[in-house]
């Protein structure tokens, strides 16, 4: 795209001026609508070195308040951010509703230096390419507005602007090394942004290419699409998103009412007897899989009263605290929930090596958030596939994903409920809201039913823990996960 | 401390048995106790390599809910985090209210380890002694229950025990190259140990030495601390804290009311011209402190419609976006308000070389949660001193601490607040809750008297920004931001 690239003819200098006057004056007015629609904004700024980036999101951001945008400058990953997931720092960085986000360069950039740099290669590209779609398809589809614009300038303009830059000692230090090895390779960088920006142009976040030759002429063009965007996306806020097609391998599960549940129990004695050599075994194999850098996310859902906590207790019991954490999942805070909902799980991520365990998920979509209406059916059943998307994600970055549903029937529950109300040690468990969940236990399961035909992946599979018998959902669960890791071990050999 | 301590008389098998079952059972139940009372408890591990920190820690937490704990390894701090205060990253890891946190070794051993590698001695040691003494001060007087163990071992036991985990190559990561340094190094090292906790041992947070010889008497020593420090902590939550007399130097500073406003005007011309040269000048020096590495933190406080959006607009148009944030500052979200009231401005401050702005700040203690009952008379009342304190960290860190008051009379906020009342694209900037503020008026301006005489310190001292004629304030503001990067520039010579 780029080679062949023609730019528009840049307008007289009259003619400019009256543009941009009208360009910023709309775009101050669209801030308030922004955020009165609730609409959140990422715009993208990647490009050439000295291409000028950072002077037009000054530009741009002069005509906005303070309180509602957000300026990322996205240097080259730490070395805590190389043991996450690439898109972390990315998926870290996305606005709250009705505010903005201006990226001084990302996933374009790193993406295309691990290609120049051979540290990226065929299959290894493709997946990654994949994995950015499914990003910014992912943020469209609930509501961002992803602008990504190209600052497009010639080799010998480039020359030009780091000399200058080079020559004074406060502005020296914008002109990396990376930049300077760009100008040398300008042909191959063209080559590799051209690939890459025909590999991610796509209708719903599409590459605007900014002739920045001339500073206040890249402004405009900048403000203008911005402005224009930003117009279309709030007609559309509204839309339904189409549902995609489930494209993963997936596992038959049963319906929940077919899973016998009878039967399943352990005496006290087999309990303690597999309990502690299990608890070993999920000792040592942590010491290996921190060596071996290898993340493992292991996730809880389950009927109120199920047993969860007494079951992740089991898990935790044999794991050095200094390479777990257990994240306890409640109603999100505003700050959460004034972003993608998979946001607040994107960032409780586990360093590689490290194990994170989810007390409640992002599954919470398909049961709470359905049920009560906190999304729109749109929202809930787009996830399905979302979810088994960022699954996609985690495994493919080299994590083992564990996903438990522990089970039990109505009557047990109500047992439990009953046993919780009448001892005052436990009366905390229990809450108004589990009873008020409890009416509803047939939507939910029927919910439940279909959230696990929909998400149990070849790559991420739900095992269902029968927990009439804690005991036994337990020792399940136990040999699980030492299975999970053994086979993840074997596959890394 | 160290060198003459004599441990306790280990007890005999089955009397072990016996306390650790009843300390066990007793923190299963306080777990719960901490929760209803809300009381946040720290549990700093420090001690010997090989002393089995992790260890202890893993037996602790068996007797928690997994939902109630946090276990952190404070590893040797990253580039970013070196970028910020030392305390910044123990700040961050504090616990909500009824939960605990567990470190992994703190800042114990960051200091005890730069002065043995020769990176901070004399002064800089005391600063530092003062700034953690203050830290732990903080904590315990705004409810925190701070618990300090110093796992202790002998050179002897210590080449024993690590001798074993370098046998094994799924144990050995656990020796860093530091513990067997340490080991080498033992008397060296026990001297710092020494001076470090008698430099740090006060009655809210004094230290417990374990003899961490035995892993079970260990484990016993701990818990029957904690246990025993918890129930002195409930029994003392309700209790109200010390009040400290200021130390810092202050600035005298006038009353709001003697404070001239007519006649502070410019002229649309006057303004404009001042207002390109100082943006000017800001913009280099911008570069300036980029390159020196110097960190700016200009604060924001002011009558509701005095001008302070716009005011800080002015500031930033003059800055690269990539070197500066904007914070606003609204009601704390739920897990901010769990933590000490200064946690959500610790984790917002910007890196050395950046800038960082606060609209409506700290000071927020001393005004609205003190005149709507947010916090207790004691709280508000220590707050002053507090907010000395963390100024005094930030500009012994470096920073360059900058404080504005916006002011205005009650006639000019009562014409604003009409003025935005009856144009409807700045109605978004006026609500219930401002008329209400105006009620409070006379309040209000006898807590901001107060605020300004016990809080312009001679290191960060309030500037008040008379804003009648906001131009007026506005170039006041630039001049002063302007004036004082330039004196740090100068002492930094």
Redesign the interface.
């Known amino acids: 795209m780029l080679k062949q690239w023609k730019p528009e003819e840049k307008p007289e200098n009259e003619q400019m001026k009256e543009r941009l006057d009208a360009a910023r004056a709309r775009l101050y ?1 669209l801030q ?1 609508q922004i ?1 009165e629609h609730k609409i959140p904004v990422l715009v993208l700024f990647e490009g050439w070195g000295a291409a000028g980036k ?1 002077g037009v ?2 530009k741009v ?2 005509n906005i ?3 509602f945008f ?2 990322a ?1 996205m240097a080259a990953p ?3 951010e190389l043991r996450k997931p690439f898109l972390y720092r990315y998926f870290r960085e996305i606005p709250e509703q009705g505010k903005f986000t ?1 990226l ?1 360069s990302g996933w374009m950039q790193e993406t295309t230096r691990d290609v120049l740099k051979h540290r990226l290669k065929d299959d290894a590209y493709e997946l990654r390419i994949e994995s950015i779609r499914r990003f910014e398809r992912q943020l469209t589809d609930n509501g961002y507005l992803l602008l990504k614009f190209f600052m497009h300038i010639s080799q010998k303009e480039q020359t030009k602007r780091m000399k200058v830059l080079l020559e004074n ?3 020296a ?1 914008r002109v990396s090394e990376e930049d300077q090895w760009e100008n040398v390779h300008y042909k191959d960088c063209r080559k590799v942004f051209d690939k890459y920006i025909s590999d991610t142009n796509s209708p719903s976040a599409p590459w605007y290419i900014i002739d920045a030759g001339s500073r206040k002429w890249a402004e405009l063009q900048v403000l203008e699409n911005l402005v224009q965007s930003i117009e279309v996306a709030m007609q559309n806020s509204a839309r339904s998103v189409p549902i995609l097609q489930n494209v993963f391998p997936l596992v038959k599960m049963p319906k929940l009412a077919d899973v016998e549940l009878t039967g399943k129990a352990l005496s006290d004695e087999e309990y303690k007897t597999e309990l502690k050599s299990l608890q070993a075994r999920l000792e ?1 194999l942590h ?2 899989i ?2 071996k850098k290898i993340p493992v996310i292991i996730t809880y859902e389950g009927w109120d009263a199920a047993g969860k ?1 007494g079951n ?2 089991r898990i ?2 044999a ?4 390479g777990y ?2 994240h ?1 999942i409640a109603s999100p ?3 959460e929930k004034a972003r993608h909902y998979l946001w607040r799980f994107w960032t409780r991520l586990p360093k590689d090596g490290h194990i994170a ?1 989810f ?1 409640r998920t992002w599954y919470g979509r398909v049961m709470v958030e359905r049920l009560e209406g906190f999304c729109s059916e749109n929202d809930w059943k787009r996830a399905y596939n979302e979810m088994n998307e960022f699954e996609k994600e985690l495994t493919d970055w080299g994590a083992v994903v564990i996903k438990f549903w522990v089970h039990i029937d109505k009557d047990t529950q109500l047992q439990r409920f009953t046993d919780r109300q009448n001892n005052p ?1 436990k009366q ?1 468990k229990i809450t108004d809201e589990d009873w008020r969940n409890r009416e509803k236990w047939d939507a939910y399961e029927g919910a439940i039913n279909e959230m696990l035909q929909k998400t149990s992946t070849r790559y991420a599979p739900w095992y269902i823990l029968e927990s009439v018998d804690k005991k036994y959902a337990r020792i399940k669960a136990l040999k699980i996960v030492i299975e999970r890791i053994e086979k993840a071990l074997e596959e890394k050999k």
């Not at 794991?319 to 200094?322: A, E, G, N, T």
């Open positions: 007015e308030m955020k950072g999101i000054g951001i002069k308040d303070p309180r957000k300026v400058t730490t070395e805590e201006f001084d000692e406060d502005t230090w040592e010491n290996v921190y060596r906590g992740i207790k935790t019991g794991l050095d605290p200094r954490e257990v306890p805070e505003p700050h365990i007390d040690e905390w």
